[in-house]
């Protein structure tokens, strides 16, 4: 089955600063990326996804970028605010009707005033 | 419109003990999701229903079980609990049908002793 490994598990930026969080998977088969933000104690929710047929999305603060042959995406958090802390989630869609998706581990994100 | 609803918020029980998690929810939405959240961990896949009617088993599906009642509600079902089942639970739907993005509930902190 798929694997998503997410890296770093830890990071703290300063306020204004520009955030990169990297994550990699294994089935080439999969098409979707999606990534979500954890508030303390909240449910997860999406905040930016991408497709296979597309490098780069933007919105925002937020752009996802991918690369299909080295089988990695990153989301980057551009001019950085206190707000922004949270643990951010990465996944990786498995093709099938259900769209399954295998999550990395999460990072902590904390920006600094 | 609601989302997605989870009942209960809170649950202690006692090694042995059995439970139900219920879910629903009020978007129309023809998949719906059980994950299970432990530190580090990220969120792993327990049980999924593409659509009524049907069930397949996710990465974790050991010591549960589901039922999809209907289009809105999934039901997890802890037969004899055990304290490795201590977790956070979350319910998530999405619309299936090429759309992606998975909608989730408040969750169910769950403690077995």
């Known amino acids: 089955g798929e694997n998503v490994e997410q890296h770093p598990s830890t990071l703290s930026v300063q306020e204004g600063d520009s955030a990169v969080i990297k994550c990699t998977y294994s089935d080439s088969a999969s098409n979707y990326f999606p990534w979500y933000k954890q508030e303390l104690g909240k449910r997860p929710q999406l905040i930016i996804d991408i497709r296979s047929n597309v490098g780069e999305k933007k919105d925002q603060r937020i752009a996802v970028t991918l690369n299909k042959t080295a089988k990695h995406f990153s989301l980057h958090i551009t001019e950085t605010q206190p707000e922004d802390s949270a643990v951010y989630f990465c996944a990786a869609s498995v093709t099938g009707s259900a769209r399954q998706l295998t999550f990395g581990s999460g990072t902590q994100l904390t920006v600094l005033p | 419109n609601a989302g997605v609803t989870q009942t209960p918020k809170f649950q202690v029980l006692k090694t042995g003990q059995s439970m139900t998690l219920q879910c629903a929810q009020d978007m129309n939405h023809n998949s719906m999701y059980w994950y299970r959240q432990d530190p580090g961990m990220g969120l792993r896949l327990i049980y999924y229903?593409?659509?009524?009617?049907?069930?397949d088993k996710g990465e974790v599906p050991n010591g549960y079980n589901v039922s999809r009642l209907n289009k809105r509600e999934f039901s997890l079902r802890l037969e004899s609990a055990a304290p490795s089942q201590t977790s956070v639970y979350f319910c998530?739907?999405?619309?299936?049908?090429?759309?992606?993005?998975?909608?989730f509930g408040p969750g169910t902190r769950l403690t077995v002793l």
């Open positions: 229903s593409a659509s009524e009617g049907t069930t």
């Open positions: 998530a739907s999405s619309l299936g049908q090429g759309s992606n993005e998975q909608f």
